[in-house]
């Protein structure tokens, strides 16, 4: 008993960590935690797929000895923690290895596709809100309406429709026969290499440099595959903006307010939209992270070259070094977008600080 | 409210049609092709061994004999090397280095560098080493085998007396490409030769080097200036990734790009008649072909095989699903290669096969799976045999995975009936017959993965001496015969039943002229082109 006390006095021999710190320790820690989780599941998948590793590098030709050099050099012969381990050690030093399908480091690999995704996403999910919300929010307004009939026909398009044969489409018609954007890629022939990379999103590149003929072309190559992005993110935002104005619309305090002689506009933006931010900002933070973690389908028709035909393709091409570099990237993305979403929570509702 | 979204939906239209693009064609000096190029690992040619790499590195690197892109049925031709001389007793071959070539960084290219480049092939011990050490080279002996005794001569000093014609189509390949030893070894790092400088960095001869390279994104070359030969039309030529063939289309018919490399048979059929627009057929050295693991008792039998060969509808799927795409063809060896052989035995004859599988042990043939890959055209052929071995009574199952997983059972001799591919390594007979037709120890213990023979259990002792007596036949006209008679044995009784060869469909501007994708036998090649 005595020793007990000892203990928990000894806890405030110290001076007291403050709430801030502890809680920033218990996020850094869950944060760790749930990587090497995703890391240790991706890497036994990896290598318990019935896939062998070394013909991925040395091809189906090569001789038995090479086979064995290999499969030595990429430490199979060690057993399966034991590679683990390594290779959790090496990440910490910032060595991801190198990619057995670009001959590249991983981290090269993915300081070039992942502003290309980052790009596409970040417009993709403008896009969807700046057309969903105020959708989903009139939808709402107008329950019954055509306009509502119109945005929940919208949304079900969107869920539905499989965005590979939207994205041919799209292009037929927005670049083969329109020819009012450019084609696949994120840059055409004659601009490329003009723009000395910061961001390594041309986007921004160009604008940063000035080069803002640059910035039109790439504007012209990003903006079909971020619209197609953007409507099925816009599909799922008005969708949920709606149900969620629907609930508020049908509450007292807004009749209350109505009683009260409010205006509409105030009613609706005032009090009921501004009720549902907190879920919207969830929303919202999804559709961003499942955009980030990369649209595998929308890449491949318009040649964009980005994390997730990255990942797919290494995965298909046994290159998990690729992928487990891609999975950290993705984890990362979700928890990083977990966290901002509960620090917007503390700023729109005082309550949850 | 309303007005917000109107307005934002208005606004984001305005958008879309302010980017409307400038519509240009591509400049009449630059090249622009869209093919899949992410296969690409490396561009060292001591250790590409990839297609899309290869058309990169036929562009790059000159080696001491080469194919003629205009002339490709000629055969090797002199490049780096002007005339070359082979001993009496067969066994040494001296090369005399050509004058006036250089590499890209200005160096001129000399037997030295012939020297370091073969050397450092096989030292290396890359996958597509297998091409040079099969003439006894290895780590350890290059330095007396390989030797350049003076910057103009190169001597050659091999195992066996092999026949020339062999180790001449051997040196075309893309592991024969000679680099800037300068260049390359102030590159070298940890005593890796300049392998890790090389596999994204260029250091050739040819006609063109490379600028830019991003995986799976595009490949960017210009001209190098010291180029020796006539200036290419097409200063400079970039090749883009694009994975679809429904893309490529929309590409070309827009006048985005000059080439389009992977089309469909539907995309094809879709270009026909297009203003501006032409198909260019040519013939290339992939086979696809069926394989039965000799472990199977019942697929041992040779008149189970026969049956399932004469069961096989080569007409109406080449008439179908594969039109365009696949030409019916029998044989190990490639049209256009040395020794091919035309001749088509089997044609799809139900009633045959009945009578074949009737004369079997087993006449009711059985359960069979077959393992394929997931590739459309493969799944494709799948479904068909599928259909007409199951008309024999055969209960058929498809065991469809990735390319890798399919590949592992049949080097593990775990699969019933594999499904596949097969292309050329390099461009002479023995690197089909090497691997169809040899297989000198079928143990387990052998672990002889690399041999197709071997994979599927098939013991052919004799055999594999007859393809061994085809390498060292001097007297092309007798190897010629060698390898006919050879593809007929292996026609009727080899498990194999190989059904087509690869037609390579390309569209391309109405205006490019000279585009050869490079047959069965080499790359394609750029500097020819014009439009």
Known sequence: MADQNANQTGGRLGPPVPLWARKSLATVATVAATLLGLLFVTFMIGRVMPIDPVLAVIGERATQEQYDATFRELGLDQPLLVQFGIYVGDVLQGEFGKSIRTGQEVTTDIARVFPATLELATLGTLIGVILGVPLGVLAAVRRGSWIDQVARFVGLIGYSMPIFWLGLVGLLIFYGILGWVAGPGRLGIFYQGIVEPITGMILVDAALRGEWTVFRNAFSHIILPAALLGYYSLAYISRMTRSFMLEQLNSEYVTTARVKGLSERHVIWGHAFRNIRIQLVTVIALAYANLLEGSVLTEIIFAWPGLGSYITTSLLANDMNSVLGGTIVIGTIFVGINIFSDLLYRFFDPRAK | ?531
């Open chain 2, 1 to 531: 409210m309303k007005n917000c979204f109107v307005a934002a939906a208005v606004a984001a239209t305005m958008i879309m049609g302010a980017t409307a693009p400038v519509q240009a064609d591509t400049p009449p000096n630059m090249l622009v092709i869209a093919n899949r190029i992410d296969d690409i690992k490396t561009f060292d040619p001591a250790e590409s061994f990839e297609f899309a790499g290869a058309d990169v590195s036929r562009n790059v690197y000159e080696k001491l004999v080469n194919f003629d892109p205009l002339d490709l049925e000629a055969g090797y031709q002199p490049q780096l090397a002007e005339s070359w001389e082979i001993s009496e007793d067969g066994m040494t071959i001296t090369f005399t280095m050509a004058e006036g070539h250089t590499f890209a960084s200005g160096n001129p290219v000399t037997a030295k560098d012939a020297e370091f480049s073969l050397r450092r092939a096989v030292q290396l011990n890359k996958t597509p080493s297998f091409i040079l050490t099969q003439f006894g080279f290895t780590p350890e002996n290059v330095e007396e085998t390989i030797v350049a005794t003076d910057d103009k001569t190169l001597v050659l000093t091999l195992d066996k007396p092999y026949a020339l014609s062999f180790v001449l189509n051997c040196l075309t390949a893309t592991i024969g490409g000679i680099v800037d030893m300068e260049t390359v070894m102030a590159n070298e790092v940890d005593g890796d030769m300049g392998n890790a400088w090389l596999r994204t960095n260029t250091a050739g001869s040819g006609p063109y080097k490379v600028v830019d390279w991003k995986p799976s994104e595009s490949v960017l070359m210009d001209l190098n200036p010291n180029y020796h030969g006539d200036e290419p039309a097409m200063q400079r030529v970039i090749v883009q990734h694009i994975q679809e063939s429904a893309t490529q289309r929309l590409q070309l018919e827009r006048g985005d790009i000059d080439v389009a490399r992977n089309l469909s048979p539907e995309d094809v059929a879709g270009l026909e008649g297009v203003e501006g627009v032409k198909i260019v057929d040519e013939l290339r050295g992939r086979l696809m072909y069926f394989a039965a693991n000799q472990k199977k008792e019942m697929l041992a039998d040779p008149k189970v095989i026969e049956a399932l060969k004469l069961a096989t509808d080569y007409e109406g799927m080449s008439g179908s699903f594969l039109k365009g795409q696949y030409t019916v063809h029998q044989a190990f060896l490639p049209r256009t290669f040395l020794g091919a052989l035309d001749e088509t035995p089997f044609t799809f004859d139900m009633e045959a096969a009945k009578a074949a599988l009737a004369e079997s042990d087993h006449p009711d043939c059985g359960p069979i799976k077959i393992s394929v890959r997931d590739a459309q055209e493969r799944l494709d052929i799948a479904q068909s045999l599928q259909n007409t071995w199951g008309q024999l009574g055969c209960e058929i199952e498809l065991i469809v995975g990735t390319g890798a997983q399919t590949l592992d059972r049949y080097r593990a001799r775990e699969h019933d009936i594999y499904l596949g591919a097969w292309g050329p390594d390099y461009p002479d007979p023995n690197t089909n017959a090497g691997t169809f037709a040899f297989n000198p120890d079928n143990s387990d213990e052998a672990g002889a993965t690399g041999l197709l023979a071997w994979r599927n259990a098939w013991d052919i002792p004799e055999m594999s001496e007859e393809t061994l007596a085809a390498v060292v036949e001097n007297d092309t006209d007798a190897r010629r015969e060698m390898y006919i008679e050879l593809q007929r044995e292996h026609q009727q009784v080899s498990p194999f039943g190989i059904m087509f060869q690869q037609i390579e469909q390309n569209g391309m501007g109405a205006s490019v002229e000279n585009f050869v994708a490079g047959g069965a036998t080499t790359a394609v090649s750029y500097w020819v082109i014009t439009k």
